[in-house]
């Protein structure tokens, strides 16, 4: 085997985070290993080693592309792992071996986490990834790795920055109802929210434009729509 144009040691790994209405998801990519007549599958967080002559942002944006055509969207570095065992599991170490030329170097993970608009995109996956699908962020299953921890911390980053930065915004469609926002704050949050709290809580956010337009193709009363105002 030639030695692959990587750094080693340093990796990228990205929590990529979407909201279809409903429910909040994040990506996750397929891993196979072992025999083809006892195939073995498990799930991942899209991440990759860098190339040596890569920066983390460029190698972040490079990770999605390949591993799941998303390109242009909010990324944002959080955090970094680099437990001495976080790769040594018996099962990951399988996988590893097919795809690392020093499988049992230790990596130091820089974490990132993303924010994609559903309707905008549909991930495809490419690179040595098998699949890539949404998942619901409470049926996640246990991840390769210690995507598990990663994937905790980058809910929390996302849980103390939706109100501060308004980041929620980057995953709801470009026109949304008052009633679509309170869910996409209950559910990153995890609590029931008062209606007439929230609202209050909106008039004093300017960034918050009303539209001359209400939702079309619905069963219940049409709602008003409204945009964010990015300045």
Same mark, same amino acid.
């Given at each position: 085997?030639?030695?692959?144009?990587?750094?080693?040691?340093?990796?990228?790994?990205?929590?990529?985070?979407?909201?279809?209405?409903?429910?909040?998801?994040?990506?996750?990519?397929?891993?196979?290993?072992?025999?083809?007549?006892?195939?073995?599958?498990?799930?991942?967080?899209?991440?990759?080693?860098?190339?040596?002559?890569?920066?983390?942002?460029?190698?972040?944006?490079?990770?999605?592309?390949?591993?799941?055509?998303?390109?242009?969207?909010?990324?944002k570095?959080?955090?970094?792992?680099?437990?001495?065992?976080?790769?040594?599991?018996?099962?990951?170490?399988?996988?590893?071996?097919?795809?690392?030329e020093?499988?049992?170097?230790?990596?130091?993970t820089?974490?990132?986490?993303?924010?994609?608009?559903?309707?905008?995109?549909?991930?495809?996956?490419?690179?040595?990834?098998?699949?890539?699908?949404?998942?619901?962020?409470?049926?996640?299953?246990?991840?390769?790795?210690?995507?598990?921890?990663?994937?905790?911390?980058? !809910?929390? +980053? &996302?849980? %103390?920055?939706?109100?501060? *930065?308004?980041?929620?915004?980057?995953?709801?469609? =470009? @026109?949304?109802t008052?009633?679509? !926002?309170? +869910? &996409?704050? %209950?559910?990153?949050?995890? *609590?029931?929210l008062?209606?007439?709290?929230?609202? =209050? @809580?909106?008039?004093?956010?300017?960034a918050?434009?009303?539209l001359?337009?209400?939702?079309?193709?619905?069963?219940?009363?049409?709602a008003?729509?409204f945009?964010?105002?990015?300045?």
């Amino acid at each position: 085997m030639s030695p692959a144009p990587h750094n080693p040691n340093i990796s990228v790994d990205c929590v990529v985070f979407g909201f279809d209405q409903d429910e909040l998801k994040v990506l996750l990519i397929e891993q196979t290993r072992g025999p083809k007549e006892k195939v073995v599958i498990q799930y991942a967080l899209p991440g990759d080693l860098l190339f040596k002559n890569e920066g983390l942002d460029d190698a972040a944006e490079r990770v999605l592309y390949d591993l799941a055509s998303l390109k242009g969207i909010y990324l944002k570095q959080f955090h970094t792992f680099g437990d001495i065992d976080r790769l040594h599991a018996a099962k990951d170490q399988e996988w590893l071996q097919t795809f690392r030329e020093d499988p049992k170097a230790r990596v130091i993970t820089v974490a990132y986490y993303s924010l994609v608009k559903m309707d905008e995109y549909e991930p495809q996956a490419a690179s040595f990834a098998g699949k890539a699908e949404w998942v619901n962020i409470e049926e996640v299953p246990s991840l390769a790795f210690d995507h598990d921890a990663i994937l905790s911390m980058g !809910l929390e +980053r &996302l849980r %103390e920055e939706l109100e501060t *930065k308004n980041i929620g915004f980057e995953l709801l469609p =470009k @026109k949304f109802t008052l009633s679509q !926002l309170q +869910r &996409l704050y %209950e559910i990153i949050l995890a *609590k029931k929210l008062d209606k007439r709290n929230f609202r =209050k @809580k909106l008039k004093n956010m300017s960034a918050i434009k009303p539209l001359s337009e209400k939702q079309k193709g619905v069963l219940h009363k049409p709602a008003q729509l409204f945009t964010y105002k990015d300045d």
